[in-house]
C-alpha cells in the first residue's frame, strides 16, 4: 500500500468515536474526554445513522459544556457499520496521534497523557492500549479488571498465534502508522480490531498494553461486542 503524505498535527491526539443509536450512552463518553488532563486533543465523531436522539444530545452537549478542543460530529446518510463509521472518522483526524473509544465506553482523565508519555519514550512504537475495568451499566461502582491482555515481548506471539491481546477501545496509535498500513479493513467484520493490531504487529512496530487501567468497558445487551463474542468481556 503506498504511504499517504499527511502533515499532521505534532502532539495532537484525535479521539475517534464511532456511533450507532448510544445516545444514552455517548454524552457520559464525551464527557469522560472533557476531562482528560491532556490538553492538545480533538474529537471526531462519526454517526452511523442513529435512529435514537444521538445528534441532539450531542449538539445539546456541545452548547452546554462549550469543550476548549474541536468537536467534530460527522452523520453517515445511511448505516455503513462499525469500520466504515471509524474509517470516515480515522480520515478526519488530524493528530500525530490517532486515540479510539467506544461509542459507549469511557476514558479515565490520565488516559491519554500516559499514552502519549510512552510514544514519547518509544520512538518505534505503532500502538499502545490500556488495561481497563468493565462494569454492568448502572453499576460503575462494581468494576472487574480485565486479565486476558498481554504485555510487552508476548504481544507479537500472541498474534503470531492467531490470538488478540488488546482491547481496541483502549487503543492509541501513531497516525503515521496508519497512514502507511491503512485503517480497519471492511473484510473482516467483527475481527477488524484483531486484522489491524495483528497488521501493525506484523509490520514490525512496537505494540504494547499500559499495566494501568486508564478505560472503563461499560457492558449492556446491547452492546456490539455481545454480537460476536457473546458476553465476552473482550472489545
Same mark, same amino acid.
Given at each position: 500500500?503506498?504511504?499517504?503524505?499527511?502533515?499532521? =498535527?505534532?502532539?495532537?491526539?484525535?479521539?475517534?468515536?464511532?456511533?450507532? $443509536?448510544?445516545?444514552?450512552?455517548?454524552?457520559?463518553?464525551?464527557?469522560?474526554?472533557?476531562?482528560?488532563?491532556?490538553?492538545?486533543?480533538?474529537?471526531? +465523531?462519526?454517526?452511523?445513522?442513529?435512529?435514537?436522539?444521538?445528534?441532539?444530545?450531542?449538539?445539546?452537549? %456541545?452548547?452546554?459544556?462549550?469543550?476548549?478542543?474541536?468537536?467534530? #460530529?460527522?452523520?453517515?446518510?445511511?448505516?455503513?457499520?462499525?469500520?466504515?463509521?471509524?474509517? =470516515?472518522?480515522?480520515?478526519?483526524? !488530524?493528530?500525530?496521534? +490517532?486515540? #479510539?473509544? $467506544?461509542? $459507549?465506553?469511557?476514558?479515565?482523565?490520565?488516559?491519554?497523557?500516559?499514552?502519549?508519555?510512552?510514544?514519547?519514550?518509544?520512538?518505534?512504537?505503532?500502538?499502545?492500549? /490500556? !488495561?481497563?475495568?468493565?462494569?454492568?451499566?448502572?453499576?460503575?461502582?462494581?468494576?472487574?479488571?480485565?486479565?486476558?491482555?498481554? *504485555?510487552?515481548?508476548?504481544?507479537?506471539?500472541? *498474534?503470531?498465534? !492467531?490470538?488478540?491481546?488488546?482491547?481496541?477501545? /483502549?487503543?492509541?496509535?501513531?497516525?503515521?502508522? +496508519?497512514?502507511?498500513?491503512?485503517?480497519?479493513?471492511?473484510?473482516?467484520?467483527?475481527?477488524?480490531?484483531?486484522? %489491524?493490531?495483528?497488521? +501493525? =504487529?506484523?509490520?514490525?512496530?512496537?505494540?504494547?498494553?499500559?499495566?494501568?487501567?486508564?478505560?472503563? !468497558?461499560?457492558?449492556?445487551?446491547?452492546?456490539?461486542?455481545?454480537?460476536? *463474542?457473546?458476553?465476552?468481556?473482550?472489545?
Amino acid at each position: 500500500m503506498k504511504e499517504l503524505s499527511l502533515e499532521r =498535527v505534532p502532539g495532537l491526539v484525535s479521539v475517534v468515536t464511532a456511533n450507532h $443509536d448510544y445516545g444514552r450512552y455517548l454524552v457520559e463518553g464525551l464527557e469522560s474526554l472533557r476531562l482528560q488532563t491532556y490538553s492538545q486533543r480533538e474529537v471526531v +465523531i462519526v454517526d452511523d445513522y442513529s435512529r435514537d436522539d444521538s445528534a441532539s444530545l450531542v449538539r445539546d452537549w %456541545l452548547a452546554a459544556r462549550r469543550p476548549d478542543f474541536p468537536v467534530f #460530529f460527522h452523520e453517515l446518510p445511511r448505516n455503513c457499520g462499525y469500520a466504515w463509521a471509524m474509517n =470516515v472518522g480515522i480520515s478526519l483526524a !488530524n493528530g500525530e496521534f +490517532i486515540a #479510539f473509544q $467506544d461509542a $459507549d465506553d469511557l476514558s479515565h482523565p490520565e488516559r491519554l497523557a500516559r499514552q502519549v508519555a510512552w510514544f514519547g519514550s518509544n520512538a518505534d512504537g505503532g500502538l499502545v492500549g /490500556t !488495561n481497563y475495568t468493565a462494569f454492568d451499566d448502572g453499576r460503575f461502582d462494581q468494576q472487574r479488571r480485565a486479565f486476558w491482555l498481554k *504485555y510487552g515481548d508476548d504481544i507479537p506471539a500472541h *498474534y503470531k498465534a !492467531n490470538a488478540h491481546c488488546v482491547s481496541t477501545g /483502549t487503543a492509541m496509535v501513531r497516525g503515521s502508522v +496508519i497512514d502507511r498500513l491503512g485503517p480497519f479493513n471492511r473484510r473482516y467484520p467483527g475481527a477488524e480490531d484483531y486484522e %489491524l493490531v495483528a497488521r +501493525i =504487529v506484523g509490520a514490525g512496530y512496537l505494540v504494547d498494553n499500559l499495566h494501568e487501567v486508564l478505560y472503563h !468497558n461499560r457492558c449492556h445487551p446491547g452492546k456490539r461486542s455481545h454480537l460476536y *463474542y457473546g458476553k465476552a468481556e473482550k472489545s
